[in-house]
């Protein structure tokens, strides 16, 4: 599928029900975050001190990167979906304030009014 815009990603994401994406970097890494949370099931690898399948009970880390290893898991992930379609969907978010619409800085507003008035000066 290439580069795609975000709303077109959103779209993909809707539509799909396995996902599989790996760590390069120590980096948390989102899109399997994004695929879990939009009720898929994910594969990903563990990085280091990284398992984000502690995160969202939808991701599957493994520690073998083989392509072997990696289709036999999207075997496993693909046959769960033919059994229950839905069974992504009983998934369940670890991290409380992932999909909240609570302000992710709640001091922004006093910190712009406290840089205006600096500005003033």
Same mark, same amino acid.
């Given at each position: 599928?290439?580069?795609?815009?975000? =709303?077109?990603? $959103?779209?993909?994401?809707?539509?799909?029900?396995?996902?599989? &994406?790996?760590?390069?970097?120590?980096? *948390?890494?989102?899109? *399997?975050?994004?695929?879990?949370?939009?009720?898929?099931?994910? +594969?990903?690898? =563990?990085? @280091?001190?990284?398992?984000?399948?502690?995160?969202?009970?939808?991701?599957? &880390? +493994?520690?073998?990167? &083989?392509? @072997?290893? +990696? $289709?036999?898991?999207? +075997?496993?992930?693909?046959?769960?979906?033919? $059994?229950? *379609?839905?069974?992504?969907?009983?998934? =369940?978010?670890?991290? /409380?304030?992932?999909?909240?619409? $609570?302000?992710?800085? *709640?001091?922004? /507003?006093?910190?712009?009014?406290?840089?205006?008035?600096?500005?003033?000066?």
């Amino acid at each position: 599928m290439g580069k795609l815009s975000l =709303k077109n990603y $959103a779209y993909a994401l809707g539509e799909s029900s396995v996902g599989l &994406s790996l760590m390069v970097s120590p980096h *948390p890494s989102y899109p *399997p975050l994004e695929m879990a949370h939009y009720g898929m099931w994910v +594969i990903t690898n =563990k990085y @280091e001190n990284k398992d984000i399948s502690l995160w969202h009970d939808n991701i599957l &880390s +493994i520690n073998d990167c &083989s392509p @072997e290893n +990696i $289709a036999n898991n999207l +075997i496993t992930l693909c046959q769960r979906i033919e $059994a229950d *379609p839905m069974s992504g969907w009983e998934g =369940k978010s670890h991290i /409380e304030d992932y999909v909240s619409d $609570a302000p992710l800085f *709640p001091f922004i /507003e006093e910190l712009c009014e406290l840089l205006q008035k600096s500005a003033d000066f």
